[in-house]
């Protein structure tokens, strides 16, 4: 079984293509769990005491809906068996607060293909990303690239 | 007590600024626990098994890089007791690995401070935050704009 791979190449895919992830819900306990760790702010740490702070509620941190996008992507398998490894990111934002309860979803969309100049073997992908809650709303926009294996070449 | 804050404000900082964070140690157990809930893949999850894997042995996953630098921005504190809300990213580059063993340090610059030509409450800095290991290669470099109160404002 050990040459059964999908693992998909830069040749696999076109500008424009769309891929969807799954879902995942956001709690309170995990927008807390993460900020302990991450981003000890009083608006990611507790709900009542964030009532008076710049959000005026508890919101999760960018950094955990950047994560979390990650691992809706990562689920996603676009690439098949292919690592999904990042070169850059060119644009991040927060359009609107991630709150407890909300279930979050995103898409991934390809802006660009193209081979590497100096590597036959590889090539990148850009890529836009766009995480909405429930109404639909966007969260989370990044645009980033994505290396790539070429088709035929050696690993 | 309760008038006695170290609030900073967007006149509190020059272009050419810079603030220097505390460190954080990266071990085996965080990569493997930060990748387990927001970046299960091999290279990030099982040392052994990333020997045959894109990197060739264990890293962090990248996003585990930003929140490190997070919390580093968020614990020096360098706005005081004024909140540290990003508007947006316009850059994040990942130069180096970040490996189990690594002690972690970042650098944040001011590059830019602008008042709000809409609210003349608010303001925005530009910033560029720089992560080093020990050997003092960087590993990761953001260019991000933070929101910032004016001074004397209605908050």
């Known amino acids: 079984m050990g040459d059964v791979s999908d693992a998909r190449n830069l040749e696999d895919f076109t500008v424009g ?3 969807e992830t799954g879902t995942v819900a956001v709690t309170e306990q995990s927008i807390v769990a993460f900020a302990s760790d991450h981003d000890p702010q009083i608006f990611h740490l507790d709900e009542a005491a964030a009532k008076d702070s710049f959000f005026g509620r508890l919101v999760a941190s960018g ?3 950047a994560g979390l996008t990650m ?5 996603a398998r676009f690439l098949g068996d292919t690592p999904l490894v990042g070169l850059g990111v060119e644009s991040l934002a ?8 909300d279930v979050l979803t995103a898409t991934v969309e390809i802006l660009e293909v193209r081979p590497s100049r100096s590597n036959p073997a590889r090539g990148a992908m850009r890529t836009k990303v766009t995480t909405v809650n429930k109404a639909g709303e966007t969260v989370y926009q990044m645009t980033s690239t994505i290396l790539m294996p070429r088709r035929g070449a050696q690993r």
Chains 1, 2 share one sequence.
């Open 71 to 75: 691992r809706l992507m990562v689920d």
């Open 17 to 19: 293509d769309r891929f």
């Open 63 to 65: 950094w955990q809906t």
């Open 94 to 101: 927060w359009p609107r607060p991630v709150l407890p309860g």
